[in-house]
């Protein structure tokens, strides 16, 4: 397996630069300031995304080991468009704040396959080997 050029890492960290400002201005506010009363679901997702937002700070150091980042986000936006936003769309039922959601998820769908080193995935999270159980 080739070695990920400089230029993709460069894509990489330039990625988590883009989640680390995004979920730091969306998400963080409403972390540390929020009402007492704020319902539950409302402040785990907070909670998930303000972590997936620190942990690409790492990924701006270590952008190949953070890979893992990455796939879940790319992940749970692809599952959730599919399982979520695709039967509101289909329905008719698309709100205007469901529909800036899709658009943020369509634009980490489009800009996460683009900045993957896929061939360096393939390699260490499908060829490679898994760790031993005992």
């Given at each position: 397996?080739?070695?990920?050029?400089?230029?993709?890492?460069?894509?990489?960290?330039?990625?988590?630069?883009?989640?680390?400002?995004?979920?730091?201005?969306?998400i963080?506010?409403?972390?540390?300031?929020?009402?007492?009363?704020?319902?539950?679901?409302?402040?785990?997702?907070?909670?998930?995304?303000?972590?997936?937002?620190?942990?690409?700070?790492?990924g701006?150091?270590?952008?190949?080991?953070?890979?893992?980042?990455?796939?879940?986000?790319?992940?749970?936006?692809?599952?959730?468009?599919?399982?979520?936003?695709?039967?509101?769309w289909?329905?008719?039922?698309?709100?205007?704040?469901?529909?800036?959601?899709?658009?943020?998820?369509?634009?980490?769908?489009?800009?996460?396959?683009?900045?993957?080193?896929?061939?360096?995935?393939?390699?260490?999270?499908?060829?490679?080997?898994?760790?031993?159980?005992?």
């Amino acid at each position: 397996m080739k070695e990920v050029s400089t230029f993709r890492l460069y894509l990489l960290r330039a990625t988590y630069l883009m989640m680390v400002v995004g979920l730091g201005l969306a998400i963080w506010p409403g972390i540390v300031r929020h009402p007492v009363d704020i319902p539950l679901m409302k402040s785990v997702v907070r909670a998930l995304l303000g972590t997936v937002g620190l942990l690409a700070v790492i990924g701006l150091r270590y952008p190949l080991q953070m890979l893992p980042l990455l796939l879940f986000e790319l992940a749970w936006k692809t599952i959730w468009l599919l399982a979520f936003a695709l039967p509101l769309w289909n329905a008719g039922r698309m709100d205007p704040v469901t529909m800036e959601s899709v658009k943020e998820c369509l634009l980490g769908i489009v800009i996460f396959p683009l900045v993957i080193p896929w061939g360096y995935v393939f390699a260490h999270y499908v060829r490679k080997p898994g760790d031993r159980w005992r």
